[in-house]
């Protein structure tokens, strides 16, 4: 039987400081514990735009504004089981304030101070396209 690639969105919501959202994945799912960037399976026929608007307002309860959410790296990854294509954009802007609306753990963090090991493998591809600088605190 062949396996079908799962297309998955991520999105990437950084924040006027430049910390960014990270969502903790819920015990008894794959990858149960491990931190990703909010967002799912897109549906059949469902354009990438649409999905991850969708996913984000069911997970975060947010309106995502799609002018300001745009690509930002596709990475395909072999789970074994599962055969993803990660497909990751940056959001800049949003309506609503990101919520845990299905109870999974949620944080802020500057992408230079998430260690690689906590986030579901694939999203490391991600972490590395993101800004390295240190934070800025006064
Ligand atoms: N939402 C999301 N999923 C990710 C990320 N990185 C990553 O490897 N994944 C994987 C975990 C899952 O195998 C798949 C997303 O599936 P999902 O969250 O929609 O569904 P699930 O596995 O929780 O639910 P199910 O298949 O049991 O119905 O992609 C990420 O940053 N965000």
Redesign the pocket.
Known sequence: MGLAV?H???GVLVDTDGQVLL?Q??PG???AGMW??????LEPGERPAAGLAR?LREELGVEIALDRATPLVRVR?N?GE?D?L?D?WQVAAWRGTPRSVEGQALQWCWPSEIAPAVL????RE?LKTLPSGRPVRQ
């Open positions: 799962m998955v969105m991520a969502a994945r819920p799912k794959h990858l990703e960037f909010p967002g799912g399976k996913e990854w789970y599962r993803l990660l990751a579901a493998p694939a999203d991600i």
